[in-house]
């Protein structure tokens, strides 16, 4: 069985991250998404193992200790990371896995999981960002700028993702991502076959 392929996909607030993995998990039954694991209290109307893996503080420090998360960070007081188990699980069972996460938690994937593709999505302007944060009309100027920067630095460590993906039209983005995804992973699979045909002649 060929193996899956794990996908990490990352972007600043605001870009249309979580559209662009909604309509890409809608397209192909063949992805899944990796589910985070979190210690702090579901939110009414989330479901374990749906929105998050709800578990306490104990067994997230036990999974850590036991090299069972892929990543992992502090926030708020709350521990937030990527159980290895389920993505591994998927990725043997030769399903895609796509992983929606912030830069830092990638750069630590990308380590643990050599063979992952990573995509950056981008806004069309650090303008444009603050419109469309703007337009929301949930967050504060001060917020607004706040995000704006965080994205601006975001945006500078896209450089080391293998691909970035201008969200100007969220079709066009979709399609641009899933083209990327399917040459990647044909680009992937031709390469381990020309390595396995050599091996075999030996």
Same mark, same amino acid.
């Given at each position: 069985?060929?193996?899956?392929?794990?996908?990490?996909?990352?972007?600043?607030?605001?870009?249309?991250?979580?559209?662009?993995?909604?309509?890409?998990?809608?397209?192909?039954?063949?992805?899944?998404?990796?589910?985070?694991?979190?210690?702090?209290?579901?939110?009414?109307?989330?479901?374990?193992?749906?929105?998050?893996?709800?578990?306490?503080?104990?067994?997230?420090?036990?999974?850590?200790?036991?090299?069972?998360?892929?990543?992992?960070?502090?926030?708020?007081?709350?521990?937030?990371?990527?159980? &290895?188990?389920?993505? =591994? !699980?998927?990725?043997?069972?030769?399903? @895609?896995?796509?992983?929606?996460? +912030?830069? /830092?938690? $990638?750069?630590?994937?990308?380590?643990?999981?050599?063979?992952?593709?990573?995509?950056?999505?981008?806004?069309?302007?650090?303008?444009?960002?603050?419109?469309?944060?703007?337009?929301?009309?949930?967050?504060?100027?001060?917020?607004?700028?706040?995000?704006?920067?965080?994205?601006?630095?975001?945006?500078? &460590?896209?450089?080391? =993702? !293998?691909?970035?993906?201008?969200?100007? @039209?969220?079709?066009?983005?979709? +399609?641009? /991502?899933? $083209?990327?995804?399917?040459?990647?992973?044909?680009?992937?699979?031709?390469?381990?076959?020309?390595?396995?045909?050599?091996?075999?002649?030996?």
């Amino acid at each position: 069985m060929t193996k899956g392929t794990l996908y990490i996909i990352s972007a600043p607030s605001g870009t249309g991250k979580g559209t662009i993995v909604a309509e890409l998990l809608k397209a192909d039954p063949n992805i899944h998404f990796s589910v985070s694991a979190t210690t702090r209290l579901p939110r009414e109307g989330e479901q374990n193992g749906v929105n998050y893996y709800f578990i306490d503080r104990n067994e997230f420090s036990e999974l850590i200790e036991n090299g069972g998360m892929l990543e992992y960070a502090e926030f708020c007081g709350n521990l937030y990371g990527t159980p &290895k188990k389920p993505v =591994y !699980d998927k990725l043997n069972e030769g399903h @895609d896995v796509i992983l929606e996460i +912030e830069t /830092v938690g $990638a750069y630590k994937v990308m380590e643990a999981c050599p063979d992952a593709v990573s995509i950056f999505i981008l806004p069309p302007s650090l303008k444009a960002l603050r419109h469309r944060l703007e337009k929301r009309g949930t967050e504060t100027p001060e917020v607004i700028e706040r995000r704006v920067a965080e994205a601006e630095g975001e945006i500078k &460590k896209a450089f080391r =993702y !293998d691909y970035a993906v201008i969200n100007d @039209d969220l079709d066009k983005a979709v +399609e641009d /991502v899933r $083209a990327l995804m399917k040459f990647a992973k044909k680009m992937k699979n031709t390469k381990n076959e020309m390595i396995e045909g050599v091996l075999k002649q030996c």
